[in-house]
């Protein structure tokens, strides 16, 4: 599996780990069981619907972090994959409290 990051994702990365030391670590994780199951596995991550594109965009509903304990605490992930490729982009990545949804206008842009 091939792994690439979107130019916004790497500005989200960079704001997180100022506050967030383990994320990369963090991500190294979910790297490892995304090469193993890479499509939507619910109750973990769903495929992101209604936004009139063929790419598969699935979120990461939540991603633990050694940085932080407790239930109001994780990380949401969007990434688009491209099964045929084996490839995957990841497009955003945010605190989950606070923002609410993926910026849909960033995937649309990347993958129209």
């Known amino acids: 599996m091939k792994f690439e990051t979107l130019t916004e994702f790497e500005k989200d990365l960079k704001q997180l780990l100022k506050k967030y030391r383990t994320l990369n ?3 190294e ?8 199951r890479p ?5 973990f991550s769903f ?4 936004l009139g594109i063929t790419t598969c965009v699935i979120r990461i ?9 407790g239930s109001n605490s994780g990380f949401r992930l969007i990434y688009a994959y491209f099964k045929e490729e084996q490839r995957i982009v990841f497009v955003e990545l945010y605190h989950k409290n606070n ?13 129209k």
Do not use: H, T, W
Request: aromatic fraction near 8%.
């Open 25 to 27: 670590s963090d991500l």
């Open 47 to 50: 495929r992101v619907d209604g």
């Open 29 to 36: 994780d979910v790297r490892k069981v995304l090469i193993v």
């Open 99 to 111: 923002k609410e949804n993926e910026d849909r206008q960033r995937i649309f842009n990347n993958y």
């Open 61 to 69: 509903k939540k991603i633990a972090s050694d940085s932080f304990r």
């Open 39 to 43: 499509d939507a596995q619910p109750p």
